[in-house]
């Protein structure tokens, strides 16, 4: 082991590297008395040769230990050496030292403040945790009390915390049962209204809770409320079916608890927002077979026709009711009430002209069910609508099944049981015809836009009749449009 300590300084200029870097030497070694040791005997060296290496060695020691999160080991050495100075050197010298030694203290201030910051966040999140814990552990307490003030203020409180928290939801879920026991508590419309707010949140975007609910035996007094004379316990019971009957594992028992009939007064004689509720609800159930004899049973598609005439053509509202006539018009039933229902057929061709993506598939295949079960009765109540230039312009820029749907249309819109005139070959009909003759190659695109111009402007005169019926519509006062706008599944309350 080289003694540093007891070299003579022309031995110290004649140190090899290897020497110097040896342990004990000026290499830093990781025991803290003999850095300092080493440290404060190159702190003392005359030659200013010297005291440079031993400063740039300590500069990128100094990075290193930054780096691996160990430089506080070797902080007290580091405030040595940058308040005592070197031995002799020239200015230049002693500039680059001060670099070297500003730019790993600045490392070192910004590793501290950023390890200070990390610090301080995990310590606000576990703060925060914890605060969150405590407060659903008061209102699960709260709302397992005896006493109905404090179920109510727990059912608010759960209320409040579920709204935006699917934390929460989770951490809530065993309340379940006691906010169920809510809804029976007799002329106390407060504590159902609380309760029903509750669980209608409890069950947004979690198919947990919605399962737990309905086992819980809520089914009963929510149908029950859809009844009420309280306008907003219906209200909020028909949006707690909507979000309950997005659950595919509810919609037989939804359907099998008699809330159907129920849903479908709603529709015919709720607010304005219940019958959105209730006729999305009743979309939801649709998809489940035997839920759909059940509805047709009932006569909607009246009611139906009425919510979609009054709502925007671009809503929720509007796809989910031509998803419901999509599927009720695979009946005969259906067909025939869409059809003598006055301007239902003109409400499903707006859609699919100026509906979204998904509105106007439902729509188009409403249609083209209809025209593919009886093409004879049906093609000519399609056709006096003004239906060509939604499909047409549907074959273009519709979703792949919506453009199979609208070719597949317009085939059985344009074959005639009577033959056309040659005489007359710029009528709207020909002119379909040889899009569609056209529209199975690859330029499908490009021609039918090309030719969309001189379809429209052939058809302005035939579309006069059904403009003008459209603006008789548009300005009957019970047709105002209807502004808010539902998802399947309803938000938090």
Known sequence: ??????????????????????????????????????????????????????????????????RSRTFFFFFPPLLLVLSCGGGGGDSNSMDHYSSSSSSSSSSSSVEGQAMATTTDTNSKAAETTMSSISVVRRALVLVQSDDLDSKLEGAREIRRLTKTSQRCRRLLSDSVVQLTAMLRVPDSPEANESALLALLNLAVRD?????????????????????????NLQEYATASLLTLSASANNKPIIGASGAIPLLVQTLRHGSSQAKIDAVMALSNLSTYPNNLNVILEMKPIA??????????????????????????????EGRTAL????????AVVEVLENGPLQSREHAVGALLTMCQSDRCRYREPILKEGVIPGLLELTVQGTPKSQAKAQTLLRLLRDSPYPRSEL????????????????DGDEQSSKAKKMLADMVQVSMEQSLRHLQRRALVCTSPSDLPITSSCASEVSSK
Do not use: W
């Open 1 to 66: 082991m080289v003694d540093v300590a007891n070299l003579s300084h022309k031995s110290r200029l004649e140190m090899p590297d290897a020497a110097v870097t040896e342990r004990g030497g000026f290499g830093f070694p990781s025991s803290p008395s003999r850095y300092r040791r080493s440290t404060l005997v190159a702190l003392s060296l005359p030659d200013p040769r010297l005291a440079i290496s031993v400063r740039r060695r300590f500069a990128l020691f100094c990075k290193e230990k930054i």
């Open 207 to 231: 198919e947990m809770n919605k399962a737990k609910i309905v086992e819980a035996g809520a089914l009963e007094p929510i149908i029950s409320f859809l009844t009420s004379e309280n306008s």
């Open 303 to 332: 009611s139906i026709v009425d919510l979609l005439i009054s709502c925007k053509k671009s809503s929720k509202t509007a796809e989910k009711c031509c998803a419901l006539i999509e599927s009720l018009v695979e009946f005969d």
């Open 339 to 346: 059809t003598s229902e006055d301007g239902g057929v003109l």
């Open 424 to 439: 007359q070959p710029d009528t709207l009909e020909n002119i379909v015809c040889n899009i569609i003759s056209q529209i």
